[in-house]
């Protein structure tokens, strides 16, 4: 069923103008609903400007002469002005088409020329749902950062005020799902209207209808997109049975529950959060209660329910999760146990938030405030524990490292539950089982000698930011140079107050799009700078303008360089490769980035910025002519792994180590597969931020050190010797 859905949906997609006229670049005008929030990305490297992305879904277009009915979505790439678009609006779009990735759920991308157009506005439920959001936003104005971002997430699905940070611990801990609407907000949110059923006197069919149009009701305000609706099933399964509905018939209905969501939509298929969320639904389907029925015998109910669900989920979860970030979370079982309590009264008081600020906004603030000291908690749990050392436990990535750990995990199920019962009423034994576990975790914490983080005597640190670049060079004890400065302000100070870094010698922006300078408030954030240097060409405008507005009200020196120069702060030396003019073929931003030849300790650190093909071609030469050779120990990789690589380059330069500095889940597919079999071509070990946290690079007699965080974890060493 789900193969013919996927053929017939397939079909249906080659079908009219849209995809002939995306196959050929067409400039088109297109007529559409508007079926998302518009979402604001880091600068996009293609499009020399910040991007704003909103899916449409197409009625009609006018192209090459012709007007058509038209069915299926585009993805449109637009500027800020697309911000004003909601989500139900009706609008006209005027750009270039292009067409999409194979398999992913849009029809074609348009390249968006101007503002949208308003032709229709959103119904009536629509414009309700949108002031039940923006009362709720209204009410948490006055609330600390994290509780004001996480709570109109956590109650209807708006993540636009979270703060990166918060996300990012929250990835990290295990709480993503709180971080947005999931089954257990709608769980939550349906019990609480069959409890009011109830005491209203309804039978079970009523409460049932009661609780069902509540259920429809939440997924509009909180926007019927996949998330959500893959959120309503997992969560209407909760509602189930809460109602006293038969436990035999759960695991059935969660099968017909995934095969109608695959058939209605079947690009959930390719959706580790569709996954996620049916592993930890058929996780607590299946394990929770013998699970908690087994933790009775030593704790008291409620708590072995509390402890029971949580792990049931995560241990379902482990094999995908593994899968995405090659690392195991022991600190995620705590914190959804320290914070699932917390959900309920947030998630409810919130919504009561929500519809008092439809008659009085004055008064909504107090039932936001008191949920505000829930979500703060949450906040307060996800950054403890996410800085708890050995919190991240490095495992095998990809899919064999998903076998081993799913092997692993069945065969402790197995094992554990029958030593535990052999071990109920034989002391020795049981002392043994205690033991053997408490070693067992002890060896898979971090001990005294092992890397910490950050470690001593670092060269070069790549920070975790996100999806950008921040590079720290060390030049004396609490001094540094600053190549770039990544999308986030937060995240960059985070990074270097982590490496003690009270001073910078030297700020290189290498280039001007916002996912490299848009973070520079945070590298000044109560440090000084002794100057800012900067590339020949000011593009995007507007980013250019506001760093030299910031220079100024800082006092902070800025000059430009070009290539040829060079530099020495402390031990660190750099000659600059690039800009020498400005090349138009490509990206002129990315192909005009400094690029930095750095020799610091010992070590050869070749830092590419984001150039392009193009300009790597003048880089390799100018690499040649240099002092030393082509050979470096460490190549910091052009554009984030993009595909868009110069194979000569990388094959003259023939590093130790490569590292990427790139987001998690990033809407560019970086780092490019292309890529990463370049890089492993040349032997190169590679290091990624996506999946490993910050990277420090440290020189060592025998080759060069790597080591990895993983996020706010103790390090991981991985040790190349010099050839």
């Known amino acids: 069923m789900c193969l013919s859905a996927s053929g017939l949906q397939g079909s249906l997609r080659a079908s009219g103008r849209l995809p002939a006229l995306a196959a050929a670049g067409a400039t088109v005008r297109l007529l559409g609903t508007v ?40 993805l449109v790439f637009g500027d800020r002005d697309w911000l004003q678009a909601s989500w139900g609006q009706g609008i006209e779009a005027r750009g270039r088409l292009a067409p999409a990735r194979p398999g992913d759920d849009v029809v074609a991308t348009l390249d968006a020329r101007g503002p949208p157009r308003l032709i229709r506005g959103a119904g009536r439920v629509v414009r309700a749902a949108e002031r039940l959001r923006a009362g709720l936003r209204l009410a948490c104005k006055g609330l600390p950062p994290d509780a004001r971002g996480l709570l109109p997430g956590l109650v209807v699905g708006d993540t636009s005020a979270q703060p990166a940070d918060l996300g990012q611990d929250m990835k990290i ?23 009011m059923s109830r005491g209203a006197g309804l039978g079970r069919r009523l409460r049932l209808l009661a609780a069902g149009t509540v259920l429809v009701g939440f997924v509009i305000v909180a926007r019927p997109e996949p998330s959500v609706l893959r959120a309503a099933v997992m969560g209407g399964l909760g509602m189930l049975a809460l109602a006293g509905a038969r436990r035999r018939a759960a695991l059935p209905a969660l099968s017909t529950a995934v095969v109608v969501l695959l058939v209605a939509d079947p690009w959930l298929a390719r959706s580790y959060g569709f996954a996620l969320s049916v592993l930890a639904t058929a996780g607590i389907l299946l394990r929770a209660g013998p699970w908690s029925r087994s933790l009775r015998r030593w704790l008291p109910q409620p708590l ?25 979370s022991l600190v995620a079982v705590p914190a959804n146990l320290l914070c699932e309590p917390l959900v309920a009264p947030a998630t409810v008081l919130g919504l009561a938030a929500a519809v008092i600020s439809l008659v009085t906004p004055a008064l909504a603030s107090v039932p936001a405030h008191v949920a505000g000291w829930a979500c703060t908690a949450i906040a307060a749990t996800a950054h403890r524990l996410a800085e708890v050392p050995g919190g991240q436990v490095p495992w095998l990535g990809g899919g064999s490292g998903a076998a081993a750990l799913a092997a692993v995990t069945v065969a402790a199920a197995v094992a554990v539950p029958l030593l535990v019962r052999r071990a109920s009423g034989r002391a020795a034994l049981g002392v043994a089982v205690a033991g053997g576990l408490a070693l067992t975790t002890a060896a898979r914490i971090p001990l ?85 240097v900067v590339t020949l060409v000011d593009d995007p405008p507007a980013q250019a303008r506001a760093v030299r507005r910031l220079a100024a009200v800082a006092g902070v020196p800025l000059r430009t360089v070009r290539a040829g120069e060079r530099g020495t702060v402390g031990g660190v030396d750099w000659l600059v490769l690039g800009p020498e003019r400005v090349i138009r073929d490509g990206s002129v931003p990315n192909n005009a980035s400094i690029v930095l030849l750095v020799r610091s300790h010992g070590l050869r650190l070749l830092l590419l910025g984001d150039v392009e093909p193009a300009a790597a071609r003048v880089v390799a030469r100018r690499l040649a002519a240099a002092p030393g050779g082509t050979r470096v120990d460490v190549l910091k990789v052009a554009h984030h792994g993009s595909a868009l690589q110069d194979p000569a380059l990388v094959a003259a330069a ?9 987001g998690a889940g990033n809407d560019y597919g970086h780092p490019g597969p292309a890529t990463l079999r370049l890089l492993a071509g040349v032997g190169a070990v590679v290091g990624r931020t996506d999946l490993e946290g910050a990277l420090a690079v440290l020189a060592d007699r025998s080759g060069t050190l790597l080591v990895r965080s993983g996020p706010r974890s103790a390090g991981v060493a991985i040790k190349t010797r010099r050839r």
Not at 174 to 189: E, K, P, R
Not at 654 to 662: C, D, E, F, G, M
């Open 35 to 74: 079926v998302g929030d518009p979402q604001a990305v880091a600068g996009s490297s293609s499009r020399h400007r910040e991007v704003v992305l909103v899916r449409l879904k197409v009625q009609g277009v006018e192209g090459r002469g012709l007007r058509s009915e038209a069915r299926g979505r585009v």
């Open 173 to 195: 801990t295990g709480l993503t799902h709180l971080a947005a609407v999931s089954g257990t907000n709608i769980t939550i949110v349906c019990g609480v209207a069959l409890a």
């Open 304 to 328: 072995a329910v509390a402890l029971a669900v949580p792990l049931a989920a995560q241990v379902a979860c482990a094999p995908v999760l593994v899968l995405l970030s090659g690392q195991i």
């Open 448 to 532: 005294p000698g092992s890397p910490a983080w950050p470690p001593p005597a670092w060269v070069l640190v790549a920070c975790d930011v996100g999806q950008g670049d921040a590079l720290v060079l060390a030049t004396a004890p609490g001094h540094a140079v600053l190549v770039d400065a990544g999308p986030d302000a937060d995240l960059v100070d985070r990074c270097l107050r982590s490496l003690h870094v009270r001073a910078l010698d030297s700020i290189v922006l290498t280039h001007f799009h916002a996912d490299h300078v848009d973070g520079l408030p945070g590298a000044l954030r109560g440090r000084r700078a002794a100057e800012l």
């Open 654 to 662: 023939r590093p130790r180590l490569a590292l990427i500095s790139v």
